[in-house]
């Protein structure tokens, strides 16, 4: 750890981000490391981000001195370990501003809670005819779990159209909400364009028609600051491993009449009250959605992540990390050959562009010899890649530990590219 209190360094008033962001990096023993013998300048955070020493710290501390089966035991490691299990539910609900810590469902992460919400909210209410609508921004997670629903019921998918700008066309969406309308299922954040979008916009529109809206926080929740009750989403869900916490652990947010509703999504244990051969009743949410031994460390560790995120502020992140893509965005179009994709006045994070004449595939293998890593490809959101006429990007995305200094050294990447391969 960086030895700096939260208060102090994290929150202090009239600190210089930048000198933050540095002590901040501090806390992260991943980014000391060399690649090709060039210091890491990790710029893949919409993927999945890197852990500080708490973090890891946390889960450890579980396997090493509590490691047990929860809510089964009476002996003392069990009774530990539950506590800190459902502290971490606690956490989550706090850090969403749910009402009651029964609307936090874990899960092992966005696309099964998503996959949950289709199969056990959606798949029964879901008849011939009937639609869902997306945007024509979403990721592959926030797309296939509605195809096969639909596909299932004989319903339809539908999109938002977006722009050219990729922007979501907001004049479309009254049209596109009808009875038929089951449910809307909108990304906050897009990983592929980094477009942020008017989710508030989009619930109070489809709630008018009293239609239930989810979203797909994913890539939103390390970012910007959540409240679901502000919100007014019946669904949100994220990912631990996208806010600094472990992989294969999740979260989903459901309102209590919802969840009280659905039928559960997987069976097993721990999720029962009574079973006979004849009959099984089923505990209340948010027991229900989780059969078998849950990921307990990785609950404890995403809890602490969470805890972290907010020892340092959401407000701050999001001013810092706007303040740091307007000078990576300005950077990477300054240079000769390179188009930016997606352009939206509201974004976060997230820089995506084509290089003239060079394969993303080519323009990424040359910046990992230089210690960059970024991620190429269609970043599971292949819809998006056909919208703008392009097989794949290159996207850099940022987090509160990336510094100016990083975004220097993608521009030099940059322009070795265009040497090497030019």
Avoid at 118 to 129: I, N, T
Avoid at 233 to 239: G, Q, V, W
Avoid at 357 to 365: K, L, W
């Amino acid at each position: 750890m960086s030895g700096l209190s939260p208060v102090e360094s994290r929150t202090g008033a009239g600190a210089d981000s930048s000198l933050r962001a540095r002590q901040i990096r501090r806390d992260f023993p991943i980014l000391q490391t060399k690649v090709h013998g060039k210091p890491l300048v990790y710029l893949d955070n919409a993927a999945t981000s890197q852990k500080p020493q708490c973090v890891l710290d946390s889960i450890l501390d579980y396997y090493r001195q509590e490691n047990a089966n929860i809510h089964r035991g009476v002996h003392w490691l069990s009774q530990r370990a539950t506590e800190r299990f459902e502290r971490a539910r606690e956490v989550a609900q706090k850090f969403l501003g749910a009402e009651r810590f029964e609307e936090v469902v874990f899960t092992s992460g966005a696309t099964e809670s998503i996959n949950l919400v289709a199969q056990s909210f959606v798949k029964p209410r879901l008849k011939r005819g009937d639609e869902v609508l997306v945007s024509a921004m979403e990721h592959h997670s926030n797309i296939v779990p509605w195809q096969l629903v639909c596909e299932q019921a004989g319903a339809r998918l539908r999109t938002i159209p977006m722009n050219d700008m990729g922007e979501l066309e907001m004049e479309a969406l009254p049209g596109l909400l009808t009875d038929k309308t089951r449910l809307v299922s909108v990304v906050h954040l897009s990983n592929a364009l980094g477009t942020v979008n008017p989710v508030e916009e989009i619930i109070e529109a489809a709630h008018r028609r009293g239609i239930p809206v989810l979203i797909d926080g994913a890539q939103a929740a390390p970012h910007l600051p959540v409240d679901v009750r502000r919100l007014g989403c019946d669904f949100y869900c994220f990912s631990g491993h996208k806010i600094f916490g472990p992989t294969g652990i999740g979260v989903l947010y459901g309102r209590r009449k919802w969840l009280e509703e659905m039928p559960p999504y997987k069976g097993g244990g721990d999720m029962i009250r009574s079973v006979t051969f004849e009959k099984t009743t089923f505990s209340a949410p948010p027991s229900k959605f989780e059969a078998g031994t849950p990921n307990i460390a990785g609950a404890i560790g995403l809890g602490r992540a969470l805890e972290y995120v907010s020892e340092i502020g959401l407000d701050w992140i999001a001013q810092y990390e706007a303040e740091l893509l307007e000078y990576a965005e300005s950077a990477v179009a300054a240079l000769p050959g390179i188009q930016i994709i997606g352009r939206a006045k509201k974004k976060g994070s997230v820089v995506s562009f084509v290089v003239n004449g060079v394969h993303p595939h080519d323009v990424g293998t040359v910046l990992d010899q230089m210690g960059i890593a970024v991620r190429t490809g269609h970043h599971c959101a292949q819809p998006v890649m056909d919208f703008f006429g392009v097989p794949a990007t290159t996207r850099a995305s940022l987090a509160f530990y990336n510094t100016r200094e990083d975004v220097d050294a993608l521009v030099a990447g940059l322009k070795k590219v265009e040497e090497v391969l030019g």
